[in-house]
């Protein structure tokens, strides 16, 4: 049990270790990638077999007892979050190697795209704050070099912007964990749910500090309204592997950031989720909006994975609600929709990958006719629509679950904003569709690439065809997924069993107590 | 205590004055004093204790009362290698953009925005 729970660090970890170590074997390297990911698929796989019933695991780190080492734990949230990361890390993985061109393969695009994973595990399988910024960190650091790998200008200007913006909401986290640390003297997320209630008398307004900081630091990440200006700036210029694991992955780390502290922790301030349901629906707006106006592929795409973060902060947001069905059924339309909306997002900017690879360009006007491609075709239509909440499909369920959840508690502001936010969505996934797949196509355009060799083709369309059948099948078949969403909101709103797991009554049997250091302060 | 408040006040108020100015250089420099402005910060806020190693004497099994608390400093030992990471990294970053783009005003590197 002990070894499963750091399987989705380790498994990364040793996988960038053996592709580094075969430096010059770039096949090789190349399909160690994909088995590597196809293991923290498994582990993700085993690791929601074991909290599926709502378990929470844990495991202390170097034998510690909790507070004083590292904890890990992971409850059913954590583990459906891991297994979709490996989903997505073996879907990219398959990808890559259509996508990814050799030279980049050569300056080690497999190690980074490990590390980034084992990044992005860690954060969600933590159980400690600063360990957390460490996560974020060997997440950004593995980004940093994935998004400047080739050297492009485009590609260089977008990760300056970049990693300026994620310095800086680092050292804003790290400020926060530093007062907190002064304040709360310690660091474990559970200590801290006890904790910070407590202290909410005395030092209410070190608390609130605290909160905001983090607040924006994990919305920073997550791109939320007002601090998502670097996101479609940087997302579009890498290659569309990169981009797709960047747009799944690493704004969703920051969202769940956010759900996880600010239910664990600081729930109990007040306001504070009626300002984050305010962000919220700013954030779906100004994200559509902003897409409404562009005419490059990703770059739309970009523009609406802001919006949708906009939805994934609403179902946190209804936590504003003081009747508990309501909470309950928010949150779990939240976390129903970070899912679907992963494997959606992933999807999309796959295709535009491939739409590149076939038209040459990713911009709308000079694209065109790509309806001669009808997989590709089909392919793109189920996660646009998905997307845009057409039922059967998986978004409809998430945004069906947010609204009604929306009515229940009586937030009719935020539903409609929801509801408009939705439209405009379908209003621009439709033009990318007339744009690229349905106009004939514009005159002056490069010639149609020669066709693509059979393994390329097969490694292109494997992933896209595969997500867009779990999109379906999701919509289809909404109620297993519903059943563990619902229950990980539980959990994550009686957060007792999470507190209990991580035993920090084992220190204080030993007779260790954080108190002491601070009751001795000056 | 306010003289280590003072420092830390100048130091992020001149980290975000580079960070502001047009030449990205001078942002890589403004990264830089915030990072230390940061760190100062988690130790200044784990406690200043003078002259109280929390080192257990012979025969015990607590050091004695008022201590210095250790782990501020293990926080920011653990940043500092972070933060060096990184600004490394950016200061190739700034280097290889400057050399992409052939100038350094942040005003010419547009190319990415809307």
């Known amino acids: ?522 | 205590m306010l003289l280590m408040a003072i420092v830390l006040g100048g130091l992020f108020a001149g980290g975000l004055y580079l960070m502001l100015a047009r030449s990205i250089t001078r942002v890589l420099l403004g990264l830089v004093l915030i990072g230390h402005a940061t760190n100062l910060l988690i130790f200044t806020a784990g406690g200043l204790v003078r002259g109280r190693p929390p080192l257990v004497p012979a025969g015990q099994t607590e050091p004695a009362a008022g201590y210095a608390d250790p782990l501020p400093q293990a926080l920011i030992l653990t940043a500092i290698v972070i933060s060096f990471a990184l600004t490394a990294f950016t200061a190739v970053l700034v280097r290889g953009t400057y050399q992409a783009a052939g100038t350094e005003d942040s005003d010419d590197l547009r190319s990415t925005d809307t």
């Open chain 1, 1 to 522: 049990m002990k070894l499963l729970l750091v399987a989705p660090i380790l498994i990364p970890l040793l996988t960038a270790g053996v592709t580094v170590a075969f430096w010059r074997a770039a096949r090789f390297r190349a399909w160690c990638g994909v088995v590597g990911a196809a293991a923290l698929l498994a582990a993700g796989g085993l690791l929601l077999a074991a909290t599926a019933g709502g378990q929470v695991r844990t495991v202390q780190i170097g034998n510690w007892p909790a507070p004083f080492g590292i904890t890990l734990a992971v409850d059913l949230f954590s583990a459906l979050m891991v297994l979709i990361t490996g989903i997505i890390g073996l879907m990219v993985a398959v990808y890559s190697l259509a996508d990814v061109d050799i030279p980049r393969q050569r300056y080690g695009y497999f190690p980074l795209f490990h590390i980034l994973l084992a990044g992005v595990c860690g954060a969600f399988i933590t159980g400690d704050i600063f360990n957390l910024y460490v996560w974020f960190e060997v997440m950004l650091m593995a980004s940093f070099l994935l998004l400047a790998l080739g050297s492009e200008r485009a590609q260089l200007e977008g990760a300056f912007k970049y990693v300026t913006i994620n310095l800086i909401s680092s050292m804003v986290f790290l400020t926060g964990v530093g007062i907190l640390y002064g304040t709360a003297h310690t660091l474990n997320l559970a200590d801290l749910a006890l904790r910070v209630p407590e202290m909410m008398d005395r030092h209410g307004h070190l608390v609130r500090a605290c909160a905001m900081l983090f607040g924006v630091c994990f919305g920073l990440k997550a791109a939320v309204f007002p601090l998502f200006f670097w996101l479609p700036a940087s997302y579009a210029t890498p290659p569309a592997a990169v981009s797709a694991v960047f747009a799944g992955l690493l704004t969703k780390v920051g969202v769940y950031a956010l759900i996880r502290v600010f239910t664990l922790v600081f729930g109990s301030i007040t306001g504070i989720y009626a300002l984050i349901l305010v962000v919220a629906g700013l954030t779906m707006l100004v994200g559509v909006l902003g897409a409404v106006a562009q005419f490059e592929m990703r770059r739309i795409l970009s523009f609406h994975i802001i919006s949708q973060i906009g939805y994934m902060i609403m179902g946190l947001g209804l936590l504003v609600s003081s009747d508990p069905g309501v909470r309950t059924l928010g949150l779990t339309a939240g976390i129903f929709y970070i899912i679907h909306h992963i494997i959606v997002k992933t999807n999309l900017f796959l295709v535009s990958g491939t739409v590149r690879q076939l038209g040459g360009t990713y911009d709308l006007r000079s694209l065109g006719g790509l309806v001669r491609a009808p997989l590709l075709s089909a392919l793109f239509l189920i996660p646009a629509l998905s997307l845009a909440g057409i039922p059967p499909l998986s978004g409809f369920w998430a945004k069906l679950g947010l609204i009604e959840a929306g009515f229940l508690g009586g937030q009719n502001t935020i539903v409609i904003v929801a509801l408009l936010t939705s439209l405009l969505t379908l209003v621009s996934m439709m033009k990318i569709w007339n744009e690229v797949f349905w106009k004939p196509a514009p005159q002056d355009a490069s010639e149609p690439a020669e066709p693509m060799a059979p393994g390329q083709w097969a490694a292109r369309f494997i992933p896209i065809a595969l997500l867009a059948g779990l999109t379906v099948l999701i919509g289809l078949f909404p109620a297993p997924l519903l059943t563990l969403a619902g229950r990980a909101a539980d959990r994550l709103l009686n957060p007792a069993a999470y507190i209990s797991a991580v035993n920090l009554h084992e220190a204080a049997d030993a007779g260790l107590s954080t108190t002491q250091i601070s009751e001795d302060k000056p």
